[in-house]
């Protein structure tokens, strides 16, 4: 609606943004003709297992995104909406903050740059309006120098964990093995985002990634190396 963005593609649905996932499927089309398997979530979220399983297309690694948006909480599946800012993508760091969440053992479940729209800036700091610094954080999201490069991660504990990695708001608090504690100094670029509670992972996941097909269901061929507990 208000967006430029690197890649081309309408974008009707609830964010207004026009981007390209690197998903091709469609929830439909992913299901159909499909052998599946379901799985219940257990441990912590007993509770949540009763009520949600979700089938799983196991002939094919990509397929239809057929689950909550930020998984289940507390979960094996658990998402996180993670940004590398513009001033982390100008500063050459995307690399290594990906790498940081894949070495983790986490999983990338969609991947996008974009220039926001104002209004997809500003709903997602919506909680920041009123702050001095509100309109100049926005305009540095949205200006184009760079884009946002907006991702989805998942695994077990992702949201705290992922905030845990980011460290403090603030780079000169963060701890010097977080991202902010190594990589900047100054809260106004602190060049990366990471949802700070289930909710919020709700809701920013929504936001950037809300089209059916953008987020892609797939199974690592190293997830038992990754998480049993034997
Ligand atoms: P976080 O990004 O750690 O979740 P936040 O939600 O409180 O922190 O703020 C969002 C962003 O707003 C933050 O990453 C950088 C900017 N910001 C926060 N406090 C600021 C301040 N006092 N001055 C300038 N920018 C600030
Ligand atoms: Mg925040």
Redesign the pocket.
Known sequence: MFARSVARIARPAAASIKARGFATASRATAAAGSRMAAFATAGAVAAGAASYAYFQNVQSPIHADAKPIAGVKGGANERTFIAV?PDGVQRGLVGKIINRFEERGYKLVGLKAVVPSKDLAEQH?A??KG???FG??VDYMTNGKAPVIAMVWEGKDVIRQG?SM?G???PLEAGPGSIRGQYCIS??R?I???S?SYESAEKEIGLWFGKAGELIEWEAANAQWIFSDN
């Open positions: 800012k700091y909680d920041l702050r001095p610094f100049g954080l905030r980011i403090a708001t603030n809260v106004g602190n990366i985002h990471g700070d």
